[in-house]
């Protein structure tokens, strides 16, 4: 007899979408259904949820998620790089697990290619001109010693893409697995209170049935973060904050104008992701060149004007929604940057290093 506490366990969880599209929810019982059938030789659980990003912070699902303590293969209708972050935001925390099923080399190029953020490329040209990398808020973090997946419904509709899928990252566990311990001539295994793991034969697939209303509001990616706190500078709506470590967050998140994305446009590293957008590459979709520089202007609410900038079409945005809650527009007088923009992307000089040297005095 051997005890499970060494066997790796999985939680495969299906984010159901907002769509009531009759081939998204077959889609979607069929991925549980197939992780259903995993559980028949693997220590799996299989967990089916509301929509990820409209989930209230203390409502059962958060709950629930937050209890599972070993690996999770997410399923969602978002983006990996934002359902990674709308997970972390909601307390559930873990490494990025290595995802092979992935949206082929090309598509959405041409939507995320159709702009370019001025101060991310000023900030990009910084890095390369001081050959330092400089830290980002993951950096300071301290995650769980566990992976967590993240696959995104739209890059293959056959379940059997998933299938497959699934197999591969629980053969990651090797020897950990309950069928490698069957196949290696184990014959009688022991489940303990401790485990909180019922055998394979009567783990039954749980759905959570979740009153959510549709949500929108930023998400930082502290992969890409280094705390700069422009964001919080420009955006006048509270959204942001920060925590006891000082750092930055998204402290009232319903405070958010609906649509707007603005913000994102000022985040000289592009971390802020609005995964509800229809433009990719500010709903957290990895742009071709790696960097998530490129931003499509063509695509915002508002019709920015051809030549228009990134941050003149932000301040218009926060203008219009400042108009529209019965405060003055500000334009670019508050929280724009200009320093950043106006910066040259060769090597600094000495006036470049004694302004670098009054910042660091927080004068």
């Known amino acids: 007899m051997i005890s499970t506490a060494h066997l790796r366990t999985l939680t495969v969880v299906v984010s159901r979408g907002q769509s009531r599209a009759p081939e998204k929810r077959a889609l979607e019982a069929a991925l549980v259904e197939v992780a259903e059938k995993l559980a028949d030789r693997q220590a799996v659980r299989v967990l089916s949820i509301p929509h990820l990003y409209d989930l209230p912070p203390g409502g059962e699902t958060v709950a629930r998620l937050r209890e599972i303590s070993g690996d999770i293969v997410f399923l969602s209708w978002v983006y990996p790089r934002a359902a990674r972050w709308v997970l972390d935001r909601a307390g559930i925390r873990g490494q990025f697990g290595r995802v092979e099923l992935v949206e082929g080399d090309g598509e959405g190029d041409e939507e995320a290619a159709a702009g370019e953020n001025p101060l991310a490329a000023a900030a990009l040209a910084d890095d390369a001109s001081t050959d330092e990398t400089p830290e980002r808020v993951l950096d300071t973090l301290s995650l769980p010693d566990r992976k967590i997946y ?17 197999r591969r990252i629980l053969s990651e566990g090797g020897e950990g697995t309950l069928e490698a311990f069957t196949e290696s001539g184990g014959s009688e295994l022991r489940f303990s209170a401790a485990d909180d793991l019922a ?10 049935e979740e009153g959510t209303t549709r949500r929108w509001y930023p998400v ?7 705390n700069c706190m422009e964001c919080i500078d420009f955006c006048l709506f509270g959204v942001y904050g ?6 930055i967050l998204v402290e009232q998140p319903d405070n958010c104008r609906k649509g707007c994305p603005a913000c994102s446009r000022v985040c000289p590293e592009n971390a802020i992701i609005f995964p509800q957008h229809k433009t990719p590459a500010i709903a957290g979709a990895e742009t071709d060149d790696g960097t998530g520089l490129k931003i499509d202007l063509s695509l915002l609410f508002g019709a920015p004007e051809k030549d228009e900038d990134p941050i003149a079409a932000a301040a218009r945005e926060r203008d219009e929604q400042l108009l ?34 009054l910042d660091g005095f927080d004068l």
């Open 242 to 247: 920060i925590n006891d470590a000082e750092t």
């Open 150 to 166: 993240c696959i995104d419904l739209r890059v293959a509709e056959d379940a059997a893409a998933y299938a497959d899928e699934l």
């Open 324 to 357: 529209l809650a019965g405060r003055a527009a500000v334009g670019m007088e508050v929280g724009i940057p200009k320093r950043r923009l106006e910066k040259r992307t060769g090597p600094k000089d000495d006036l470049d290093q004694l302004i670098d040297q």
């Open 199 to 208: 055998p394979p034969d009567v783990i039954e697939p749980l759905r959570i």
């Open 220 to 226: 930082i990616d502290f992969s890409r973060c280094t």
